[in-house]
């Protein structure tokens, strides 16, 4: 049939009515008939009322170009293409491209609707005789096949059925490109690009763990590559489009590389993802920049000069504003030992705050509240107190907690929520987070500190216990703080904090001396659920009252000094230990040192 189109084009014959109808086969070759509608309007051409003068429509709707349907007078051999076309499609697919209700509907699509892909009906079409198609059925005539012999070549290579069988008395031929568009396959599009994905998260990853990047600047990796994954699927089909236009010889502009679609290559996908993660690149280091300028919002405190490294923090109690009575004080000890992980944040410790309220002539055991928190912070020149509140809000709780310097100033805040009573430690973990990112802690220092559930217990029952069991010890009653300590490691078993703190109390006061080395030994056993402070200790007492090996002692005191040097605890306890050596001037500026920092402190082992 297009052999026989090919044939009328080149002696000037238009047929404008190519149908099912006008297409007869005869000793197995098809045969065009019925040229009336060509005749019809070769004999009014030039009449002063010609049939397209008159803008009329010639032809069946569903077959119709798009110039005919609009009643164009210059209509010429390119609407037979068209309307071969659309007959192809109907063969392919068992409808033609446009369907209506009335004529006047399909013609209206013929004119203004893209035709869907002929592949969308039929997957197994071979991809050049999709495009062969397609082309023929472009909107704008010179963009379908110039003429009819052009589809010849093509149209004879894709001979074998979609099944496999070559038809009879035929030989199979080699498609004109069997591999075209396989590098624009979803499948392989997606495969490419998962490995690609993992490669790049792993370079964020590791920039935001060495560079100590917020994590934030990870997850919009994430978010850029679940973007760029459609736009690369997109890209992929568009490509081997292209890439089947080229096979097939278009020499007009293809569906794929006109409008919009023309920027989706290749080139501007990878282009275009180097463009995004670069700037996602610049924003991160913008951050950082004003983060350790003190620029902004994101300024900390040290940069922008309202605290030092080290500078002294009062904590005050929680505001519990919640039916269970002990979670104030429990909230107050989790902040405590969450930021006394820091190597930038120093904590006034129970002791340093009793020496201060005795200062102040009042009783050391009184509940340090934010008024209170001010007014020692006032009296001793420390920079600021850290205020917190826990509230409950339904089944669960809005905890916060702020940083207020002495004059009043809220220099940062932060909020956390818990849903349960089983994620109050998650929450304290968040608030301890945030303040040591705000006051200046390098990001990687504190990605180093474990978790709060991983250093103490993931039971909120053990906590309470052991909170109280510290407020027995504080109050002079070591029996009682025992009690409660043995409790809170029946709760939680691996609880080493708690172990570590028997151990202490039995050996500072010479009872028990066997339990003393059983939760000695368990602290050390356990010694990787503690925070690295709380390890140290736990390995120096473990070499000082079990193994008496006072070289091992000595070297966990030093290397724990090594990253806490204000650790009064470890100062006093490493001159002691240089006491027993006889090693007098080592244990004097040891013990001067200590002092200095906390007056209150005892030669005694903790």
């Known amino acids: 049939m297009t052999d026989a189109l090919s044939f009328a084009h080149r002696h000037g014959v238009v047929h404008r009515d190519i149908k099912p109808d006008n297409i007869l086969l005869s000793d197995g070759h098809a ?174 990853y590791g920039a935001v763990m060495q560079f100590g990047l917020p994590l934030w600047v990870f997850w919009g990796g994430i978010g850029l590559l679940a973007i760029g994954f459609p736009i690369m699927l997109v890209t992929g089909h568009h490509e081997r489009r292209r890439a089947v236009a080229a096979a097939a010889g278009m020499t007009t502009p293809s569906h794929a590389s006109v409008g919009v679609r023309r920027w989706f290559t290749w080139r501007m996908a990878v282009l275009g993802g180097v463009l995004a993660f670069a700037g996602l690149g610049v924003v991160a280091a913008g951050y950082s920049l004003m983060r350790v300028m003190g620029i902004g919002p994101v300024g900390t405190l040290m940069a922008s000069g309202a605290l030092d490294a080290k500078d002294p923090i009062i904590i005050a109690e929680f505001e519990n504003r919640t039916a269970d009575s002990t979670l104030g004080r429990t909230a107050t000890e989790l902040l405590r030992i969450g930021l006394t992980q820091s190597q930038v944040v120093t904590v006034l410790q129970p002791t340093q705050v009793e020496a201060v309220l005795k200062r102040m002539q009042r009783d050391p055991a009184t509940e340090v509240d934010p008024p209170l928190a001010r007014e020692m912070a006032e009296r001793e020149g420390i920079k600021a107190y850290i205020a917190g509140e826990i509230v409950s809000v339904g089944n669960g709780f809005a905890l916060s907690a702020s940083l207020t310097s002495s004059t009043g100033d809220v220099l940062v805040a932060r909020q956390a929520n818990a849903a349960s009573a089983d994620e109050i430690v998650d929450a304290i973990d968040a608030l301890s987070t945030g303040l040591r990112e705000r006051i200046g802690e390098s990001l990687r220092t504190i990605r180093r500190s474990g978790p709060l559930d991983k250093v103490t217990t993931g039971s909120l029952q053990a906590l309470r ?19 409660l300590l043995e409790e809170a490691v029946l709760v939680d078993t691996a609880f080493a904090m708690a172990y570590r703190k028997i151990g202490v109390i039995l050996g500072n006061n010479f009872e028990d001396r066997a339990r003393m080395i059983e939760t000695t030994t368990l602290a050390y056993e356990y010694r990787d659920r503690l925070s690295d402070l709380e390890r140290f200790h736990a390995v120096a007492m473990y070499h000082t009252r079990v193994t008496n090996d006072r070289d091992e002692t000595m070297a966990a005191y030093r290397t724990l000094l090594d990253r806490y040097p204000d650790d009064v605890t470890a100062l006093n306890n490493l001159g002691v230990t240089y006491s027993q050596l006889r090693e007098d001037d080592r244990a004097l500026e040891l013990y001067q040192r200590a002092l200095a920092i906390d007056p209150a402190i005892g030669t005694f082992h903790s």
């Open 31 to 204: 045969v065009v008939t019925d040229f009336g509608v060509s005749k019809a309007v070769s004999e009014s051409t030039g009449g002063a009322s010609s049939l397209t003068s008159l803008g009329v429509a010639l032809g069946t709707p569903a077959y119709m170009a798009p110039e005919q349907a609009a009643a164009d007078p210059h209509v010429d051999h390119r609407a037979d293409i068209y309307a071969l076309g659309a007959m192809a499609y109907e063969m392919l697919t068992g409808q033609p491209p446009f369907t209506g209700a009335t004529p006047q509907a399909v013609l209206a699509s013929q004119v203004t609707e893209p035709p869907a892909p002929v592949d969308r009906y039929r997957a197994t079409i071979p991809v050049s005789l999709a495009s062969v198609v397609m082309r023929c059925l472009e909107k704008r005539p010179a963009d379908r096949w110039q003429a009819a012999n052009e589809m010849l070549p093509l149209l004879e290579t894709a001979g074998t059925p979609s099944g496999g069988m070559t038809p009879t008395g035929t030989a199979p031929y080699q498609s004109v490109a069997p591999d075209v568009g396989r590098h624009g396959h979803p499948v392989r599009v997606a495969l490419l690009f998962a490995l690609a994905a993992v490669g790049v998260l792993a370079l964020v």
């Open 465 to 483: 216990l052991y909170t109280q069991a510290l407020k027995a010890e504080n109050d002079g009653d070591p029996a009682r703080a025992v009690d």
